[in-house]
């Protein structure tokens, strides 16, 4: 019998991981995006651009959460899915169980919760850029 390939579809949906600035050359945000580069030991931007598209879309699911009734069926069902999400993650503490602390977010909650920032904190790399060639 021969064994035939699974079927593939031609068409996939991908969607966005990131999300590049509307200004390319804003000297603030380049020097703060620098910084956090050099603070995690990022490799280049787009790792930052990324992860600031996570943190806005977990923001603007909660915003859009907020403005249903306390009641509501949704509201409750995927308010709590979305808060269990963050405890799981670890960016959220197990006491702040409620939507309006997720609005308070910030990007570098999630960068402190990446494995190489983890390493490094822990003493087992002597620099964050140590920790990078430790995960392999």
Excluded at 21 to 48: H, M, S, T, V, W
Excluded at 83 to 110: C, I, M, Q, T
Aim: aromatic share 6%; proline share 2%; hydrophobic share 35%.
């Amino acid at each position: 019998e021969e064994q035939q390939m699974p079927k593939v579809s031609a068409h996939r949906s991908y969607s966005k991981v990131n999300q590049t600035p509307r200004r390319p050359f804003e000297a603030d945000r380049l020097a703060a995006e620098l910084k956090l580069c050099g603070q995690y030991g990022l490799r280049n931007k787009k790792e930052i651009w990324r992860v600031q598209k996570s943190v806005s879309s977990i923001r603007s699911a909660a915003r859009e959460l907020l403005t249903l009734d306390e009641h509501h069926s949704r509201r409750q069902f995927e308010g709590e899915a979305l808060l269990d999400r963050l405890h799981r993650l670890g960016v959220l503490s197990a006491d702040k169980n409620k939507l309006d602390y997720v609005l308070s977010l910030k990007l570098e909650d999630f960068l402190d919760r990446r494995l190489q920032t983890i390493i490094y904190k822990a003493g087992l790399a002597k620099s964050i850029h140590h920790a990078r060639c430790l995960i392999l």
